[in-house]
Each structure stands twice: as structure tokens, then as C-alpha cells.
């Protein structure tokens, strides 16, 4: 079940790749009123503290696969569904410190019938998360 909040509070944690923290996860929920095709994301914002990723370099897991931005954008049977929290990853040796910390989102999406000029729309989200040891 997904929480109302974007920035879902389950799934927080230090992402452990063969014996070495490599990163951090969390989950999203998806901002708009219905699902999208993944080609249409343009990546998320990510900024915990003074740290700070842009929007290119944060991995995607939707459907169980994991994608660069790159790949999302080349992507033909991919949708974030509206029921569904993608999983991004942060690449971020050492992860973060266990405790509390300010993590700080902005979803950039696309929307084909709005003009590019406009686009892409950004979904901001702010919530604190616990790393826990």
C-alpha cells in the first residue's frame, strides 16, 4: 500500500553491493493523477542535506528493472503505474550516516499533449527519513 506523502517512508536504507555500501535507496510514489510511460520521466532531483544529485544520476527501478535515466528515456514498455513506488537508487559511496536526515525531491516528468516549452513539469517533496544502523 502507498502513502499519501511522495516520498514513501518504507524502503529507506543503504544500498550493500558486495560487502560495500554503495549508495541509498528510497521509494516514490507517482506525483501525477494517473501513470506515465517511463520515456516521459526526466529524472529526479535528489538532495539530502548539503549533498546533492542531479537529476540525470539517480538509478530507476520500476517493473522489478532497474534503468539509467538514459535507458528510461529510450525505453518502449516501461510505465511508472499510478499504484506502483519506484525505487532510486543514489549512488553514494559509504551511503548515508544511520539517524535522521532532510531528503529533499524534485520529480521532473513530461506530459505529451502539454507544449514543450512548458515542460517538464517538476513535482517537489521534502520529508525526513531514518537510516537505520
Do not use: C
Not at 537529476?55 to 499510478?82: C, H, K, M, N, Y
Not at 506502483?84 to 499533449?113: F, N, Q, S
Amino acid at each position: 500500500m502507498l502513502e499519501r506523502e511522495l516520498i514513501q517512508n518504507r524502503g529507506v536504507r543503504n544500498v550493500v553491493e558486495d560487502g560495500a555500501v554503495t549508495g541509498f535507496q528510497f521509494r516514490l510514489r507517482m506525483p501525477n493523477y494517473r501513470g506515465l510511460w517511463a520515456s516521459l520521466i526526466e529524472g529526479v532531483d535528489v538532495e539530502v542535506g548539503d549533498l546533492r544529485w542531479d537529476r540525470d544520476i539517480p538509478l530507476w527501478t520500476l517493473q522489478g528493472r532497474r534503468f539509467t535515466l538514459a535507458e528510461l528515456r529510450v525505453s518502449r514498455d516501461v510505465r511508472w503505474q499510478l499504484d506502483e513506488a519506484a525505487t532510486i537508487t543514489v549512488p553514494h559511496p559509504g551511503g548515508l550516516a544511520p539517524g535522521v536526515h532532510d531528503l529533499r525531491v524534485g520529480i521532473a516528468l513530461r506530459a505529451p499533449y502539454i507544449p514543450a516549452e512548458f515542460q517538464p513539469s517538476v513535482f517537489p517533496a521534502a520529508r525526513k527519513v531514518t537510516i537505520l544502523p
